[in-house]
Nanobody, 127 residues
Framework: QVQLVESGGGLVQAGGSLRLSCVASMRAFSDYAMGWFRQAPGKERESVAALSWRGYSTYYADSVKGRFTISRDNAKRTLYLQMNSLKPEDTAVYYC????????????????????WGQGTQVTVSS
């Protein structure tokens, strides 16, 4: 079973930056497509960014393009999300997820039906 632990969230003013981290327990970390998702209060969870298993392809939601960057360090089994120029509408709980049966295409503009989710990390952007 894949275990993922998100961290790096916090309270930041609009225009500020945060870097989220997601440490994964699975083997063959580099063989998985992975993604970041977020859920704001009263809203459905949405796909924010995704990275294909070798990093050749990336996806970003239109709302974060040009501001967020997804990356991975396979040696550390860690997925990152660098968030710059944060806006109040970025306020949400952010989650990472991955599953060997979920292809990269399933992350594009949708949320795959993962078996479970971690606790996520809260990002709050004040105006």
């Amino acid at each position: 079973q894949v275990q993922l632990v998100e961290s790096g969230g916090g309270l930041v003013q609009a225009g500020g930056s945060l870097r989220l981290s997601c440490v994964a327990s699975m083997r063959a970390f580099s063989d998985y497509a992975m993604g970041w998702f977020r859920q704001a209060p009263g809203k459905e969870r949405e796909s924010v960014a995704a990275l294909s298993w070798r990093g050749y392809s990336t996806y970003y939601a239109d709302s974060v393009k040009g501001r967020f960057t997804i990356s991975r360090d396979n040696a550390k089994r860690t997925l990152y999300l660098q968030m710059n120029s944060l806006k109040p509408e970025d306020t949400a709980v952010y989650y990472c997820n991955a599953d060997p049966s979920v292809p990269y295409s399933a992350y594009v503009n949708r949320v795959p039906n993962f078996r479970s989710w971690g606790q996520g990390t809260q990002v709050t952007v004040s105006s």
